[in-house]
């Protein structure tokens, strides 16, 4: 199972003003020392030893995520933010001829993304959409008419199909269920089951005390995933500032994957307002902190555009 990240934003970020890039080129030259200026050779070691925050970005696109599955050819994407214009425009050839689209709700920026995915237009090309919600087939359309859109969801020559989820359901090799999570307007959850490996994609959800309970239904979706891309939008002053808006802080992002025995947590869906010297601090703080108050270590890591996680 490959899990890859096209869109990790909460919502789309300002871009870096001139001002910006200047500060982290001032910062980069800080770091340097005449000797890593020799020969090409120093010079890569030195962009080498640059941390994340100078050296790359984690990227400004909302939320998307694809899974693909080994022998699989067809792809499982999680959410139509606007990483799904780079899914298509960026995923290797040849791309599948269907495509399985798992909607956690329809705030805008969980959508932005569709009108813009190019495998839509091909109608050698299968959409297959799932959600909890009832009559979502409208809800999407509304996404595409006029005066938002000059393009119409029925304009899109992919074969597209909706359907509403009641109970788990199988993709190609995959088992896949959903739970409800607390959010504005609710949210879901899903959790892909592959032989032994359990995927779970959590995103904008305000983790509370319900989400701890070692009961049956929490058990049984939660307990014991390989990886879990987990809401933890914010720190814990930001998300008491902003209580009841739908979404966590990383501190109990961590404390939620220890509760459930989950081997790796992928910090997601991160601030608008966050940079990258933020969202890198705010994952050193979560790895510190879940040796101080739990004397151990679980992998941690933050969901950056281009990045694939291997199960």
């Not at 869109?7 to 982290?24: A, I, M, N, T, Y």
């Not at 960026?90 to 798992?102: A, C, N, T």
């Amino acid at each position: 199972m490959r899990i890859r990240f096209w869109g990790v934003r909460g919502s789309l970020p300002s871009p870096l003003l001139p001002s910006q890039v200047r500060e982290k080129l001032a910062d980069i030259l800080k770091l340097a020392l005449p000797e890593d200026f020799v020969d090409s050779k120093c010079r890569e070691r030195f962009t080498a030893r640059l941390p994340p925050w100078l050296f790359g970005t984690v990227g400004g696109n909302t939320s998307c995520v694809s899974v693909h599955i080994d022998g699989f050819d067809e792809t499982i994407v999680f959410d139509c933010g606007s990483g799904m214009r780079e899914l298509g425009a960026r995923e290797e050839k040849p791309r599948p001829s269907r495509y399985h689209v798992l909607l956690s709700h329809f705030h805008w920026d969980h959508l932005q993304g569709f009108p813009f995915f190019v495998p839509a237009f091909s109608p050698s090309v299968g959409i297959d959409f799932y959600s909890p919600r009832p009559d979502f087939e409208r809800d999407l359309s509304r996404l595409m008419c006029a005066p938002y859109s000059p393009v119409r969801m029925e304009d899109m020559a992919a074969k597209k199909t909706f359907n509403v989820l009641k109970a788990p359901v199988k993709i190609g090799p995959a088992g896949v269920s959903f739970k409800k999570m607390s959010h504005p307007g609710d949210a879901f959850a899903y959790k892909v089951t592959h032989g032994e490996k359990r995927f779970v994609y959590a995103t904008d959800v305000e983790l509370g005390v319900q989400d701890f309970e070692h009961n049956e239904e929490n058990t049984a979706f939660f307990g014991g995933a390989d990886v879990a891309v987990v809401d933890s939008q914010y720190t814990l002053l930001e998300a008491i500032e902003k209580y009841r808006w739908g979404h966590s802080p990383y501190s109990m992002a961590v404390e939620f994957a220890m509760n459930w025995g989950i081997r790796h947590l992928v910090l997601f869906h991160h601030d608008p307002g966050s940079d990258d010297k933020k969202l890198n601090e705010m994952l050193k703080s979560a790895r510190r902190y879940i040796r101080l108050i739990f004397g151990e270590d679980i992998e941690i890591s933050l969901a950056c555009e281009g990045t694939d996680i291997i199960l």
